[in-house]
């Protein structure tokens, strides 16, 4: 009892540690990213890059802020520079669930390189609001301009999946895997995919579970519903 003591101790210990260590580190690096903009307050990017980092820190509202005020600077002065702040803020609202607010953004890009990463967000945002018909157009778009993307190409099979589509879903997946084989969530949709398919699955489970554990956690009872369709299907012929 005294050593499951001691070895909880030391546990709760090393994560206090770990958490210690990640928050010296992200204030570090936010001091940073705030002098940048202090030693060049007219370069747009130091901006976005602040912003973005907020974004990571999950500090939406100030990020929000931020791109609003860049915003303000810069966009009657540089096209360039309003494009990539309204994609900047088109990944806060994104990235706080706000999806249409998303949408709005990216939609009102119009630079040609700038058009493959705004449909990629697009398809994503649409994903967000479930809405994977469209989610699907906006990927086939940006596939487009980046065939051989594998995050382009788990995207597509992704959204297929919602609609039920696994037999395109598998083809898209099967891209990403070849490009990104230790990609976890890639394994684990594609081996929803098998499953329907009644194709051998258990690979791909394997590979989920080593290389994205928490993804193959959290789809158990996605998984679950999977199998009893397959069983019902089964059941029918």
């Not at 940073?32 to 901006?47: A, G, Q, W």
């Not at 802020?65 to 810069?74: S, V």
């Not at 967000?128 to 995207?155: I, S």
């Not at 891209?175 to 929803?192: E, M, V, Y």
């Amino acid at each position: 009892m005294v050593k499951n003591d001691e070895n909880l101790k030391n546990s709760q210990l090393k994560i206090q540690k770990e958490h210690e260590e990640k928050q010296k580190k992200a204030d570090e690096t936010l001091h940073k990213l705030v002098n940048d903009i202090d030693e060049h307050p007219n370069d747009y990017r130091t901006y976005y890059d602040l912003g973005a980092f907020l974004v990571e820190l999950h500090n939406f509202t100030q990020a929000e802020e931020l791109i609003m005020k860049a915003l303000g600077l810069f966009a009657d002065k540089n096209k360039k520079a309003k494009e990539v702040l309204t994609y900047g803020l088109g990944n806060v609202y994104y990235a706080a669930g706000e999806f249409d607010k998303s949408i709005e953004q990216f939609n009102s890009l119009s630079s040609s390189d700038m058009k493959a990463d705004a449909y990629i967000m697009l398809a994503q945002s649409y994903m967000g609001k479930k809405d994977y018909k469209k989610a699907v157009v906006f990927a086939l778009t940006a596939q487009g301009f980046r065939k051989q993307d594998p995050d382009v190409n788990y995207l597509l099979g992704s959204s297929l999946i919602a609609l039920g589509n696994f037999s395109e879903a598998a083809q898209f997946l099967d891209n990403t895997l070849h490009a990104q084989p230790k990609n976890g969530k890639a394994n684990f949709d594609r081996g929803i995919v098998a499953m329907v398919l009644e194709e051998d699955f258990d690979y791909y489970f394997e590979n989920a579970k080593k290389y994205d554990k928490k993804y193959f956690d959290n789809g158990q009872k996605r998984l679950a519903d999977i199998e009893k369709f397959v069983q019902a299907k089964q059941g029918k012929k």
